[in-house]
C-alpha cells in the first residue's frame, strides 16, 4: 500500500516537472514571428547604391530588393562616425511593397520625428542607405520617432542590411543652367511675365489704332 502511494506521488511530481519545462518553449515560439519581422531571422534584403551626382535634396538607390517590405533610410557619417543609429537618419523612402524595386528616390531632410536646419547637402560625402522593416505595418516610417524600438533594419548575420555611395552635391547655380534661359524660374513666374507682355502688346495695338 505505501509503495503504491509513493509511485503516485513521483508520477505526479513528474508531471508538473514536465508541465513547467514546456512553459518556457511555449513563451519563445510566440515572440518568434515578431523577432522574424524584425530582421532576426527569415527576411532578408539587398540594396545597390551607386556613385552619383543630385542637386542635394534626394537621392537615388539603382535597386532595393525587401522580402517583407518596408523603407530605405538615408543615413550621414554619423552613423559610423558617432555610433548613432537613430541621429544618422536624414532621408526615408516611401513604404516599398516586398520584392524588388528600381530607381529608388529618397527625398532628403523630411523625417517624422527630426528637425532640420538644412534643406539639402551642403557638400560632398558619402551617405548610406539602410533597408528597413514597416514592422507595425502602418505604411509610416516610425524608426526615428520611436528611438529605434519600432521598423528596425533588416539584418544579414549580426549587420544590418546597407550600401553606401559618394555623393556629389550640384552648385544650385547649375540647377537654373540645366532649364536654360529660364532655368531656375518657376513657372508661375514665367506664366505671369507671358501675361504682362500680352498686356502691353494688347495696349500698344490699342494705342496705335487710336492714333491711325
Do not use: W
Not at 552648385?171 to 532649364?179: L, Q, S
Amino acid at each position: 500500500m505505501r509503495s503504491t502511494k509513493v509511485a503516485a506521488v513521483l508520477v505526479v511530481a513528474l508531471c508538473v516537472a514536465g508541465t513547467a519545462a514546456a512553459l518556457p518553449t511555449e513563451s519563445v515560439r510566440s515572440q518568434q514571428p515578431q523577432q522574424a519581422q524584425q530582421g532576426v531571422s527569415n527576411p532578408n534584403a539587398t540594396l545597390v547604391f551607386s556613385e552619383q551626382t543630385t542637386n542635394g535634396s534626394v537621392v537615388r538607390l539603382n535597386t532595393a530588393t525587401l522580402s517583407q517590405g518596408g523603407f530605405v533610410a538615408i543615413h550621414d557619417t554619423s552613423l559610423t562616425a558617432n555610433n548613432s543609429t537613430v541621429g544618422s537618419v536624414i532621408g526615408v523612402s516611401q513604404r516599398l511593397s516586398p520584392g524588388p524595386h528600381q530607381d529608388v528616390v529618397v527625398p532628403l531632410y523630411a523625417v517624422d520625428g527630426r528637425n532640420f536646419n538644412d534643406s539639402r547637402l551642403a557638400a560632398n560625402g558619402t551617405l548610406v542607405a539602410m533597408a528597413h522593416f514597416d514592422s507595425n505595418d502602418n505604411g509610416e516610417f516610425d524608426f526615428v520617432a520611436t528611438n529605434g524600438s519600432t521598423d528596425g533594419p533588416y539584418v544579414e548575420g549580426v549587420r544590418a542590411v546597407t550600401d553606401n555611395a559618394s555623393i556629389s552635391v550640384r552648385p544650385a547655380a547649375d540647377d537654373a543652367a540645366d532649364g536654360g534661359i529660364l532655368g531656375g524660374v518657376g513657372p508661375i513666374a514665367v506664366t505671369l511675365a507671358l501675361v504682362v507682355v500680352l498686356a502691353l502688346l494688347g495696349g500698344a495695338a490699342v494705342v496705335a489704332r487710336r492714333r491711325q
